[in-house]
T-cell receptor
Framework: EPEVTQTPSHQVTQMGQEVILRCVPI?????FYWYRQILGQKVEFLVS????????KSEIFDDQFSVERPDGSNFTLKIRSTKLEDSAMYFC???????????FGEGSRLTVL | KNEVEQSPQNLTAQEGEFITINCSYS?????LHWLQQHPGGGIVSLFM???GKKKHGRLIATINIQEKHSSLHITASHPRDSAVYIC??????????????FGTGTLLAVQP
């Protein structure tokens, strides 16, 4: 069964460092998403991406964050200068349609020290 | 902006029991998602529904659009059903979007 894969599963970084989280969505899906979950809190929407551009983003998704699909298969989330409060589990997801069923990756746990 | 409330927050059941988890939202939606989060953190989509009822194995999801309420039922519960169950809805009115607002989740523990 097709699945969304994410790497790394866990990354530890120092505050101020750049981090790139990678995702390979399901191949025939057109919509890609990043969500995050701070430990003990609700899952939160960060950004959606369609047709090589951001379609929606939340207030959390400020200038420190960026997404791109560099090669037609990978979908990446970059955090330019990490803060302590960026520590969270980051989930990539994809769907066929704009309101389609979501398929999630296993998550990338980011720890900022 | 939509708001989501789930109940109960925690639920302990004995193996074989029938389980119901409830979700209410404040603004009309195009579809509601039920998700399962495993102890390791991974999230799996269980259902996406916009009306009526859907069934998959021992899981049943229902939605009442007029009352802005959905329920997730598990029949003949099993310890492997132990997980966090999360309801999620689009953020805006009638939203045709996966910019979702998530509930706080219901932590289910099924004891043998």
């Amino acid at each position: 069964e097709p699945e969304v894969t994410q790497t790394p599963s866990h990354q530890v970084t120092q505050m101020g460092q750049e981090v790139i989280l990678r995702c390979v969505p399901i191949s025939n899906h057109l919509y890609f998403y990043w969500y995050r979950q701070i430990l003990g809190q609700k899952v939160e929407f960060l950004v959606s991406f369609y047709n090589n551009e951001i379609s929606e983003k939340s207030e959390i998704f400020d200038d420190q964050f960026s997404v791109e699909r560099p090669d037609g298969s990978n979908f990446t989330l970059k955090i330019r200068s990490t803060k302590l409060e960026d520590s969270a589990m980051y989930f990539c997801a994809s769907s066929k349609g704009v309101t389609g069923e979501l398929f999630f990756g296993e998550g990338s746990r980011l720890t900022v020290l | 902006k939509n708001e989501v409330e789930q109940s109960p927050q925690n639920l302990t059941a004995q193996e074989g029991e029938f389980i119901t988890i409830n979700c209410s939202y404040s603004v009309g939606i195009s579809a509601l998602h039920w998700l399962q989060q495993h102890p390791g953190g991974g999230i799996v989509s269980l259902f996406m529904l916009s009306s009526g009822k859907k069934k998959h194995g021992r899981l049943i999801a229902t939605i009442n659009i007029q009352e802005k309420h959905s329920s997730l039922h598990i029949t003949a519960s099993h310890p492997r059903d132990s997980a966090v169950y999360i309801c999620a809805v689009p953020e805006g009115v009638g939203g045709a979007t996966n910019k979702l607002i998530f509930g706080t989740g219901t932590l289910l523990a099924v004891q043998p």
